[in-house]
């Protein structure tokens, strides 16, 4: 059960666009731990930090006027939960993509 002060969020923003304007936009919230996963966490700055390191990977050119977006805006992920799992969402998000999780036990294979 979660605790803590009750906040109306916004929905007309996507979840990057809060995450830019209330973290990104605050260096000194930059260094604070966001991710913890087992024994390892991630900074803020290292989710934000991975999460262009994806979208250049996804071939996405973003300059500061400009956004070169494919026609296709659908991406499966087939991924186990880990310290990654929160920048990958982001990345996603953050073009306004859609994502189609997969189920890593998936295919089963028959005999």
């Known amino acids: 059960m979660m605790q803590g002060k009750k906040i109306d969020y916004v929905n007309d923003i996507c979840l ?3 995450f830019e304007k209330n973290v990104i936009s605050k ?3 930059m260094i604070r731990k966001a991710v913890f996963y087992k024994d390892k ?3 803020f700055n290292d989710i934000n930090s991975q999460v262009i390191q994806i979208n250049n990977y996804l071939g996405i050119k973003i300059t ?3 956004i070169n977006i ?3 805006r659908l991406i499966g992920i087939h991924l186990n939960p880990d310290e990654y799992t929160v920048s990958i ?3 996603i998000n953050s073009l306004s993509f859609s994502y189609l999780p ?3 036990l998936l295919p089963n294979e028959s005999t």
């Open 16 to 18: 990057y666009d809060y």
């Open 27 to 29: 260096p000194s919230l």
């Open 41 to 43: 966490s991630l900074t």
């Open 64 to 66: 500061e006027n400009n």
């Open 70 to 72: 494919p026609a296709n």
């Open 89 to 91: 969402l982001l990345a």
């Open 102 to 104: 997969i189920d890593p």
